[in-house]
């Protein structure tokens, strides 16, 4: 297995150059990153030579949400044969916007990689592949297969014609084809570039949802990542948006700083609600799927606590106070979580916290206190920027996928069997010979 090293006694000329591309799961930044390594068997080390991040325009992210939503309430429609027309209108709707999304997000991802590849002085004909993920939609399924089938917002063969670069996609619909949940698909990256160290670490992400990964030491035992666990917790950055947009009247999505959650209250009694209307939920498979965050997830996300409030006709929450016991909700969840695990968890493990709702200052206090005595430490601390970590995580599921090496985990996932995650589109027939030689290394 690779490892993450930062300190490469080897000569950048000797490196194997692997990029990262990710689309953030708010749709809201374009994350990078150029990493390098030292040789395609295991025990090679892992170099993060650069990364960056850039914010993608309002249009992206306001074409994505409303395809999301409509995509959403299909689903949950049953269509009859009478309104077969209607159908077939709303589907060409859904395309036409599907693919003017991927259009946009594949023509900013070449730009993406030609200001990383300037920036670094580091030519296309260096780089063995470009490794790109995004959140992705999920179609409605047809009506011979009751699987959901997931798109991509960039277009990988494109991307490898506009670039002349091997781009490898597709790692979470690999997995979620062999059963898997799709959702830990970076757990192997994080323990390779987290691993490490002779303490375990805690990773908790605080993005669209929050969820947590715990990274074995592997200088403790290098086969540490037999030990990787992960867990979905509960909606964050989600629910903390929709709920800023009530409290704002739809001047402001994001609760920059977590200015409106301080102003106000803890409500206890709506915490105690939400988590009642949750506890009847739980087993009940006749629920939308608007209330999941996708079908990879069993967590009930945003849109169940969102209808369960407006539907609660007997009591008014005021919009800021929802907002700051949203935030109690989002970190009680969270420390519950750890709680129930801490058996699994050896005794010196560390916290690192991550994600775009980390900023919410109260979030974060509130974390602070409840993970206490535990510091929360940050990415920054390990040699990672905070807004491209993930984009170098993504590189490197494309280094172990152009080395052979297994990235999907069974025991995580629940696939079937440890597969190599991606596919593959070659670039210029010069670049596509360096892919297969990568393997000679």
């Known amino acids: 297995m690779f490892f993450f090293n930062n300190k490469s006694a080897t000569g950048p000329a000797t490196l194997r150059r692997f990029v990262g591309v990710r689309v953030s799961s708010n749709v809201r930044k374009l994350e990078t990153a150029l990493v390098g390594l030292e040789g395609a068997r295991p025990g090679a080390g892992i170099v993060l030579q650069k990364s960056a991040s850039f914010d ?49 997000t594949t023509t900013l991802q070449e730009e993406a990689i030609d200001a990383l590849l300037d920036e670094t002085n580091v030519r296309k004909d260096e780089i063995v592949a470009v490794a790109v993920d995004d959140p992705g939609v999920w179609t409605r399924a047809a009506d011979w297969d009751a699987s959901p089938i997931r798109c991509g917002l960039g277009d ?19 997995d979620w084809a062999t059963d898997g949940r799709g959702l830990p698909s970076l757990a192997l990256p994080y323990w390779i570039l987290l691993g490490g160290s002779d303490r375990d670490r805690l990773l908790i992400d605080l993005g669209e949802t929050a969820r947590w990964t715990y990274i074995p030491s592997s200088v403790v035992d290098k086969k540490s990542w037999s030990r990787i666990l992960f867990q979905e917790v509960a909606p964050c950055g989600s629910l903390l948006n929709a709920l800023t ?16 959650s301080v102003q106000g209250r803890r409500n206890a009694e709506l915490l105690d609600f939400w988590r009642e209307v949750a506890r009847r939920a739980r087993g009940k498979d006749a629920l939308p799927p608007r209330y999941f965050s996708s079908p990879l997830s069993s967590t009930l996300g945003a849109a169940f606590y969102l209808e369960a ?15 700051c016991s949203a935030v109690g909700f989002i970190a009680e969840s969270i420390a519950e979580s750890v709680e ?9 493990f560390e916290i690192v916290l991550t994600g775009a709702a980390k900023q919410n200052g109260l979030l974060f206090n509130r974390l602070s206190t409840l993970l206490a005595p535990r510091p ?66």
């Open 56 to 104: 993608l325009p309002e249009e992206l992210f306001a074409a994505f949400d409303e395809l999301r939503a409509q995509l959403d309430d299909e689903r949950d429609e049953t269509t009859s044969n009478d309104d077969a027309a209607k159908t077939s209108v709303d589907a060409s709707s859904d395309l036409s916007q599907l693919s003017q999304i991927r259009a946009m």
């Open 309 to 323: 409030l407006r539907n609660e006709e007997s009591r008014r929450f005021d919009a800021l106070d929802a907002l």
């Open 376 to 441: 929360l430490r940050s990415l920054d601390e390990f040699g990672f920027l905070e807004d491209s970590f993930d984009a170098a995580a993504v590189a490197t599921l494309g280094a172990l996928f152009a080395a052979g090496v297994p990235a999907s985990l069974p025991e995580l996932t629940g696939a079937k069997r440890e597969s190599l995650l991606g596919r593959v589109s070659p670039g210029t027939p010069e670049n596509w010979k360096r892919f297969w030689q990568f393997r000679l290394v």
């Open 340 to 348: 129930a695990n801490a058996s699994r968890f050896s005794e010196s």
């Open 245 to 260: 947009e009530a409290a704002t009247k739809g001047e402001s999505k994001l609760d920059v700083g977590g200015r409106l």
């Open 156 to 174: 990988g063969a494109a991307l490898a014609e506009k670039t002349g670069l091997n781009v490898v996609d597709g790692f979470v619909g690999k």
